[in-house]
């Protein structure tokens, strides 16, 4: 996989500053999903993006809460075992494709020294 992305952080005040961020994911192979005796040939992407904002709190304290959210998606080209035949036509494709996502959050304080 190559990932190629970019984060911006602006400061907001002396204390505050919020930060974002992107990727985007170039995913050259995601194993045994895209055999025949799978899912078949894939299409595969993904996208990751962050957001957070980073506080200080007095000369020994700072505070950062941040959220995310990825997400790597498969567009099967039809040629897997398990793509094709589930309605008893083996000459359509049943299975399109699959989206897997994540989103999550965190709360961090450091001591500063």
């Known amino acids: 996989m190559i990932d190629p992305g970019l984060t911006f952080r602006l400061p907001v ?3 505050v500053a919020v930060s974002v961020g992107g990727r985007g994911m170039l995913i050259t192979s995601a194993g045994s ?15 990751d993006a962050t957001a957070a904002i980073d506080v200080i709190l007095g000369s020994r304290f700072a505070l950062r809460f ?10 099967f080209q039809g040629v897997g075992q398990l793509s094709n035949g589930l309605d008893g036509d083996l000459k359509t ?19 500063l020294y």
Request: glycine fraction near 20%; avoid cysteine; aromatic fraction near 8%.
């Open 93 to 111: 494709r049943d299975v399109g494709g699959l989206a897997d996502r994540s989103i999550g959050g965190s709360a961090t304080l450091a001591v």
């Open 13 to 15: 005040t002396r204390m």
């Open 66 to 75: 941040a959220g995310d959210f990825t997400q790597v998606g498969f567009d």
């Open 33 to 47: 999903i895209q055999t025949g005796a799978s899912y078949g040939r894939a299409k595969v992407y993904g996208v």
